[in-house]
């Protein structure tokens, strides 16, 4: 299996327009962010976990050329503006497979009516298939993906374990029940959005003592914004099986 970290900052992405903060300013490229989302590619099979508004960005600069399908963890628009440029996919390949929480699909209807809609569609708009998850496992080709049910504040949001590889963003409360299905993992991926305590996201406290929770082999920190600092910096804090994710970076199981 293989993981591509196709954005990991927060839902402005690095640097913020106008910003004049100085992470915003680094020329370090790990320093750089798109908004949130991962490429997993195993056997024959492709699937893009969320898909917002740099998509087309992220698609050209790794050169993908086919997806299976895409996931979603929620309906936020950092993790879903993205969806009219499915275009280029849907002319080779026919409908794309949407995965997702019944919520979900029901926003992404009203936001992108003209891609769902049956009658009177529009020449070259995407046609996609659509797949409710729920907290159970599902099948995504040969493996059996499990469903990781989270609060966002008081939005429900789903994290996925893909056998031995677990990723959770956009999180900040997880049960004991839902935890108990990430033991065992080797590489878990988890939002850790600044040092100060935010309402929907862990902070760097919180997103380490998760990851001491579930005692995985690795860790990789994602959705991260400026206010965390520098990637040098922070990294230099970080436990030794801990490490800031940046764009672009891959991970092989």
């Keep these: 299996m293989k993981i591509t970290f196709l954005g990991t900052g927060t839902s402005q992405g690095i640097p913020v ?3 004049d903060h100085p992470v915003c300013l680094s020329t370090n490229p790990k320093d750089k962010r798109l908004r949130v989302s991962i490429l997993v590619e195993w056997d024959d099979y492709a699937y893009v976990v969320d898909c917002g508004p740099d998509f087309r960005q992220q698609m050209l600069r790794i050169n993908c050329n086919r997806i299976d399908g895409i996931i979603f963890t929620h309906e ?3 993790h879903t503006a993205g969806l009219d440029d499915i275009r280029p996919f849907y002319f080779r390949q026919g409908d794309i497979p949407f995965y997702a929480h019944k919520r979900v699909l029901g926003e992404l209807q009203k936001r992108f009516d003209y891609i769902f809609t049956t009658k009177d569609k529009y020449p070259g708009v995407p046609s996609v298939v659509q797949y409710e998850i ?3 496992p599902f099948r995504l080709g040969n493996l059996s ?4 049910n989270g609060y966002h504040h008081k939005l429900q949001v789903f994290g996925f374990r893909f056998g031995d590889f677990a990723y959770l963003t956009d ?3 997880v049960s004991d029940e839902e935890t108990q299905k990430l033991y065992g993992v080797k590489i878990l991926v988890v939002n850790a959005l600044r040092e100060k305590e935010h309402i929907s996201h862990f902070n760097i406290a919180e997103a380490l003592a998760f990851i001491e929770k ?3 082999e690795t ?3 994602t959705h991260i914004s400026h206010y965390l600092g520098f990637h040098e910096d922070v990294q230099q804090k970080l436990p030794k099986n801990v490490f800031l994710a940046y764009d672009n970076l891959q ?3």
């Design 17 to 19: 327009i106008g910003s």
């Design 76 to 78: 936020h628009a950092d």
């Design 134 to 136: 729920k907290n159970e």
């Design 145 to 148: 993906v499990i469903p990781i």
């Design 171 to 173: 999180m900040k409360t």
């Design 214 to 216: 579930v005692k995985p």
């Design 219 to 221: 860790a990789y920190l």
């Design 251 to 253: 991970l092989e199981l």
